[in-house]
């Protein structure tokens, strides 16, 4: 078991290449920018519309930068009126930027933003970035994250709407690159096409976060794979040894978004009740990545307490929630015993 752990290491954490992030996801500082845009009319249209609006980035930083940029509402469920006043937002650069430019590097950027308008429902976001930064602990086949200060200035009147933390999400294609790898855009695989060790890594993750809204496998809807998970793997026509990449965690029980709620097919009382959803093929590499998290709780609970813009409430309430996670994954009986009961064929 020893050399299997010491193996596990080495595949999650020093990839044949890890190449460094373009200048926008080096590193953790929070940024300030601007955005100017019709917003009127795409918080108007986000439940129905994904069309494309002419706007402005302005990022203020030591060296000031303005980018034209094409805005849209993106996503699926927060587009809707009934969960967000205000939609996720993809960024398109009208054009490429330069090479001494922050945004270096970048073409289409995805915005996850205050969905309401209370000051206390972003920091369900700031929990779902939390969720981020977690996974770029454990590994570097994760997308980073930059959180912003965001102006949101509309342009028919030039007056601020809202000023909000947010935060901006790696392409995968980026994250696959550092690592030399590529994304890769598939149907529906089967489990034995998974690197099995990022496959334990990624269940036990889901299991920290408290996420059931997951497929490492399979796609929705007749979409292709994975929801809410995109796959990495060597090559483009690689078929074996795929990595998951997972996103998209506001369904969380770390989050506890008040519009979520479990699965329709898992029966827990809500999203804060863990579920173990692992492959049982899956169970060994699964205990060498929870021996790999238990190695990493001081650096996993010091993400959560290096942030500022946590309020005292949520950043106990979520100390709590992690330190029970380590709790249930205490020792491999105890894995056995909470998490591999519910492990799929």
Same mark, same amino acid.
């Given at each position: 078991?020893?050399?299997?752990l010491?193996?596990?290491?080495?595949?999650?954490?020093?990839?044949?290449?890890?190449?460094?992030?373009?200048?926008?996801?080096?590193?953790e500082?929070?940024?300030?920018?601007t955005?100017?845009?019709?917003?009127? /009319?795409i %918080?108007?249209? #986000?439940? !129905?519309?994904? @069309?494309?609006? +002419?706007?402005?980035?302005?990022?203020?930083?030591? &060296?000031?930068?303005?980018?034209?940029?094409?805005?849209?509402?993106?996503?699926?469920?927060?587009?809707?009126?009934?969960?967000?006043?205000?939609?996720?937002?993809?960024?398109?650069?009208?054009?490429?930027?330069?090479?001494a430019?922050?945004?270096?590097?970048?073409?289409?950027?995805?915005?996850?933003?205050?969905?309401?308008?209370?000051?206390?429902?972003?920091?369900?976001?700031?929990?779902?970035?939390?969720?981020?930064?977690?996974?770029?602990?454990?590994?570097?086949?994760?997308?980073?994250?930059?959180?912003?200060?965001?102006?949101?200035?509309?342009?028919?009147?030039?007056?601020?709407?809202?000023?909000?933390?947010?935060?901006?999400? /790696?392409? %995968?294609?980026? #994250?696959? !690159?550092?690592? @030399?790898?590529? +994304?890769?855009?598939?149907?529906?695989?089967?489990? &034995?096409?998974?690197?099995?060790?990022?496959?334990?890594?990624?269940?036990?993750?889901?299991?920290?976060?408290?996420?059931?809204?997951?497929?490492?496998?399979?796609?929705?809807?007749?979409k292709?794979?994975?929801?809410?998970?995109?796959?990495?793997?060597?090559?483009?026509?690689?078929?074996?040894?795929?990595?998951?990449?997972?996103?998209?965690?506001?369904?969380?029980?770390l989050v506890?978004?008040?519009?979520?709620?479990?699965?329709?097919?898992?029966?827990?009382?809500?999203?804060?009740?863990?579920?173990?959803?692992?492959?049982?093929?899956?169970?060994?590499?699964?205990?060498?990545?929870?021996?790999?998290?238990?190695?990493?709780?001081? /650096?996993?609970?010091?993400v959560?307490?290096?942030?500022?813009?946590?309020?005292?409430?949520?950043?106990?309430?979520?100390?709590?929630?992690?330190?029970?996670?380590?709790?249930?994954?205490?020792?491999?009986?105890?894995?056995?015993?909470?998490?591999?009961?519910?492990c799929?064929?």
């Open positions: 078991m020893t050399r299997f010491i193996a596990f290491a080495i595949l999650l954490t020093t990839p044949a290449w890890a190449g460094n992030p373009h200048p926008l996801f080096a590193d500082n929070p940024i300030k920018l955005i100017t845009a019709p917003f009127g /009319e %918080t108007h249209k #986000a439940e !129905r519309s994904t @069309d494309q609006h +002419e706007a402005r980035l302005d990022y203020h930083g030591a &060296a000031a930068e303005t980018h034209a940029i094409k805005l849209s509402a993106r996503g699926n469920s927060r587009r809707s009126k009934l969960l967000c006043d205000f939609p996720p937002l993809r960024i398109e650069f009208a054009e490429k930027p330069v090479d430019s922050f945004f270096d590097g970048q073409n289409r950027l995805k915005l996850v933003t205050h969905c309401k308008r209370s000051a206390r429902f972003q920091q369900y976001y700031l929990m779902e970035y939390t969720a981020y930064r977690f996974l770029n602990v454990m590994t570097p086949l994760s997308l980073k994250v930059r959180m912003a200060e965001i102006d949101y200035v509309d342009a028919k009147n030039g007056k601020t709407v809202i000023s909000r933390l947010g935060f901006l999400i /790696e392409d %995968t294609d980026d #994250a696959a !690159r550092r690592n @030399d790898m590529v +994304e890769i855009d598939t149907p529906d695989i089967n489990k &034995a096409q998974l690197n099995a060790a990022h496959a334990g890594l990624y269940s036990i993750f889901q299991y920290m976060i408290g996420n059931l809204d997951w497929s490492m496998h399979s796609g929705v809807d007749g292709d794979c994975c929801h809410n998970t995109k796959l990495v793997g060597a090559k483009a026509a690689a078929q074996e040894q795929l990595v998951p990449v997972p996103y998209d965690f506001d369904y969380s029980g506890n978004a008040p519009y979520a709620v479990p699965p329709e097919n898992i029966s827990v009382r809500n999203v804060q009740q863990r579920r173990y959803r692992g492959f049982c093929t899956h169970n060994g590499d699964a205990l060498a990545a929870a021996a790999a998290f238990r190695a990493k709780k001081g /650096e996993l609970l010091a959560l307490a290096d942030n500022s813009a946590l309020e005292d409430r949520t950043l106990k309430s979520a100390e709590r929630y992690v330190n029970a996670f380590f709790d249930d994954i205490a020792d491999d009986a105890t894995i056995e015993k909470k998490l591999f009961r519910h799929r064929d």
